[in-house]
């Protein structure tokens, strides 16, 4: 989730150098925190220097996670300061690199959107659809925008439902319906003399205004904490009572598997796994002034690797590798 606070409210080039700082200091997690600092510099107005930033993630030495977030939060970047050409260049990369993640599809689809290029918005939405959900039972929480983003751009087209619309419309829990929301002939409403027109204009505000908090109170996913198996085994060696809380490696990798699970049953979205090692617990114990013995540290230690942007989704895209680290496909593991 990219910060949207008013640069009235905030001082974006500050939180910036901040983040910038917290990176040195967590290079583990530079990624992450690079890409919130580049986007408080987009909202201070300094593109320039987000450019940089974009840049320097995809010059450094070690190897990104999400290499087409960053080329797509670049090229969206570069569109909005006159880099149009540059950015054209890097949209259609992405786009035949085909990645497995959600957002780069979601970002340049929208830029495309943001600059009237609503057909190739409508294709670019489409290409990730299909990519991502197809014959996927339950489209994940992160593929959500993608509906909906397609949904809107193709009500701005005029175009027919289709079965990926009908989808959204199911997704979609606001008490307005899409069609209304993505109406565009709402424009026109907010100059009318009606005032049912305006009424009704503001219900539809109210609406969206609900669904984006809904989404700002989850910045990083419901994250569960996973042990690889020579990690666990440092731990348990470490601090021999925890092994109450981990009986077994195999024990371990399918009590996660069956919370998160049971999240999903309950309608909890955004849930991801964090995975965790002993030096780093030791030095969040450290700093919390705990003892890593305490199994009440373990929670506290999951969430705060899902807010320096540790977490991977769950559950992984269709034909993913499973995220216990066996190599296999989930479907055909931990997803079976």
């Known amino acids: 989730m990219r910060p949207d606070t008013p640069a009235e409210n905030v001082d974006h080039t500050a939180e910036a150098a901040r983040l910038e700082r917290t990176a040195g200091l967590y290079p583990e997690d530079s990624e992450a925190l690079l890409l919130r600092a580049a986007a408080h510099l987009e909202l201070a107005g300094d593109r320039p220097a987000a450019t940089a930033l974009y840049d320097r993630l995809l010059s450094s ?20 300061y006159g880099h149009e050409a540059e950015a054209r260049a890097i949209i259609t990369g992405i786009r035949a690199a085909a ?18 290029e609503l057909e190739a918005a ?14 996927v039972p339950e489209p994940p929480y992160s593929t959500h925008p993608l509906l909906f983003g397609r949904h809107r751009v193709r009500r701005m087209l005029g175009a027919a439902h289709d079965d990926w619309d009908a989808l959204a419309d199911t997704l ?75 009986p077994s490696h195999a024990g371990h990798l399918a009590t996660i598997e069956a919370s998160l699970r049971e999240l999903a049953a309950s309608g909890t979205p955004n849930l991801g796994i964090v995975t965790g090692t002993v030096p780093s617990y030791e030095a969040f114990a450290a700093s919390e002034g705990a003892s890593p013995a305490d199994p009440s540290l373990l929670p506290q230690y999951a969430t ?28 055909e593991c931990h997803g079976a």
């Open 61 to 80: 030495q070690q190897s990104l996670e999400n290499p087409h977030l960053v080329r797509a939060l670049k090229a969206s970047n570069l569109w909005e």
């Open 172 to 246: 979609h829990s606001s008490p307005v319906s899409l069609d209304e929301l993505h109406d565009p002939k709402r424009v026109w409403s907010l100059g009318s003399d009606n005032p049912a027109e305006l009424a009704a204009e503001i219900s539809r505000l109210r609406a969206e205004l609900g669904t984006y908090r809904e989404a700002l109170s989850r910045p990083f996913p419901v994250a569960v904490l996973h042990w690889p198996a020579a990690e666990l085994t440092e731990l348990l060696a470490a601090y021999p009572s925890l092994s109450e809380e981990y």
């Open 304 to 331: 705060t690797l899902a807010a320096r942007g540790r977490a991977t989704a769950w559950p992984p895209q269709k034909g993913a590798a499973c995220w216990c680290g066996s190599g296999r496909a989930y479907g």
């Open 99 to 116: 990645p497995r993640d959600p957002a780069p599809w979601v970002i340049v689809a929208e830029a495309l959107e943001s600059h009237d």
């Open 122 to 135: 409508q294709e670019t939405f489409t290409e990730g659809v299909r990519l991502l959900l197809t014959d």
